[in-house]
C-alpha cells in the first residue's frame, strides 16, 4: 500500500508540474509587416497599457534610454538598404531604442536585439543609425503603447511611436526607384544567358520540345562566350535531336574552354562524350 501511495504521488505531482495556465499578458506582442515601396519593413513589440498610470515624465522618465515598449526590445526589420535622417542602413533587424524628452526624442537604431530591456553594456559601433524627432501632443490619451508603418509613399514611411498623448514620428527612405529601374531594364532587355540556360536545360531533361530547347540554348552560348557548361548541354541537345556532328563541334568547343578554366570534370565529361560519338 505504501508503494502504491507514493506511485500516486508522484503522479499526482507529475500532473502537476506539468499542467499549463494561459492568461492573457499583461503587455502582449504585436507585429506589423508593411511593404514600403517594394520593400518588406516588419515591426515587432510588446504593448503595455497605462491602467491610470502617468506614463512620460514618470513610468518611462526623461532623457534615459528606453526600450520603446515593454518586455524584448522593440524591433524593426528592413528587407533592403534604407535612409534613416540621411544615414545608410543595411538591410536587416535593429532594435529601436528611445530618450523621450518633453518636446523631443532621440531614436536609435542598434544592431544587437537581443536584449531584454536596454543593453547591458552599451556599444556605440553598433548604432546603425540616430535621430531627433520633435514630439506631438494628442488630444487624447491612447491607453495602449502603439508602434505603426503609416505616411506611406513610393520611397518611404514614417515609424510612428505613440503612447499616452505623445506621438513621434521617425522617416525613412527605401529604394524603390532603383529596384524599379532594375526590374524594367531587366526584363525591357529580354532573358538573360541564364534565363535560357534554365529553360533549355529543363526542356531537354524534362523531354519536352528539343527544337525549343535548341534555339534557348543557342542564344545561351551565343550570349556567354565562357560558359562551358552552357556548351555542354548545347551538345547534349543536338545529340539527342540526332545532329552528331552539331554535339561534336560543341562538345570540343566546351571542352577547350573547360581546359582554359582548368575543370576538369567538364573536360571529362566531354571527352566521354567524343568518345561516344566517335570523334576521338
Not at 25 to 46: C, F, H, N, R
Not at 82 to 101: L, N, R
Not at 152 to 179: D, M, R
Amino acid at each position: 500500500m505504501k508503494k502504491l501511495a507514493l506511485l500516486i504521488c508522484v503522479v499526482m505531482g507529475s500532473v502537476s508540474l506539468n499542467g499549463q495556465i494561459t492568461t492573457p499578458a499583461p503587455s502582449p506582442s504585436a507585429k506589423i509587416m508593411q511593404t514600403v515601396g517594394l520593400t518588406d519593413v516588419t515591426v515587432e513589440y510588446s504593448r503595455p497599457s497605462m491602467r491610470g498610470r502617468t506614463i512620460f515624465g514618470d513610468l518611462v522618465p526623461y532623457d534615459k534610454l528606453w526600450r520603446t515598449g515593454a518586455n524584448q526590445n522593440s524591433m524593426i526589420t528592413f528587407g533592403d538598404d534604407v535612409t534613416i535622417a540621411g544615414q545608410k542602413v543595411k538591410a536587416g533587424s535593429y532594435a529601436v531604442f528611445t530618450k523621450p524628452g518633453q518636446t523631443s526624442w532621440e531614436v536609435i537604431f542598434y544592431a544587437d536585439t537581443n536584449n531584454w530591456g536596454t543593453p547591458q553594456n552599451w556599444d556605440d559601433s553598433k548604432v546603425a543609425a540616430k535621430t531627433t524627432v520633435e514630439v506631438y501632443t494628442m488630444p487624447m490619451d491612447v491607453e495602449s503603447f502603439t508602434m505603426s508603418i503609416d505616411a506611406l509613399h513610393n520611397n518611404g514611411a514614417t515609424l510612428g511611436i505613440i503612447w499616452e498623448k505623445v506621438y513621434v514620428g521617425v522617416a525613412f527612405e527605401v529604394p524603390t526607384a532603383e529596384k524599379a529601374v532594375k526590374s524594367i531594364e531587366s526584363v525591357m532587355n529580354g532573358p538573360s544567358a541564364n534565363d535560357y540556360f534554365a529553360a533549355a536545360s529543363y526542356y531537354h531533361e524534362e523531354g519536352k520540345d528539343l527544337t525549343k530547347a535548341k534555339e534557348w540554348i543557342d542564344k545561351a552560348v551565343s550570349m556567354n562566350d565562357k560558359a562551358f557548361w552552357m556548351m555542354r548541354r548545347q551538345s547534349l541537345i543536338y545529340a539527342k535531336m540526332g545532329d552528331t556532328k552539331g554535339a561534336i563541334e560543341a562538345a570540343k568547343k566546351s571542352m577547350a574552354v573547360a581546359e582554359a578554366a582548368g575543370n576538369a570534370d567538364y573536360v571529362k565529361m566531354n571527352k566521354d562524350s567524343l568518345k561516344e560519338w566517335g570523334a576521338l
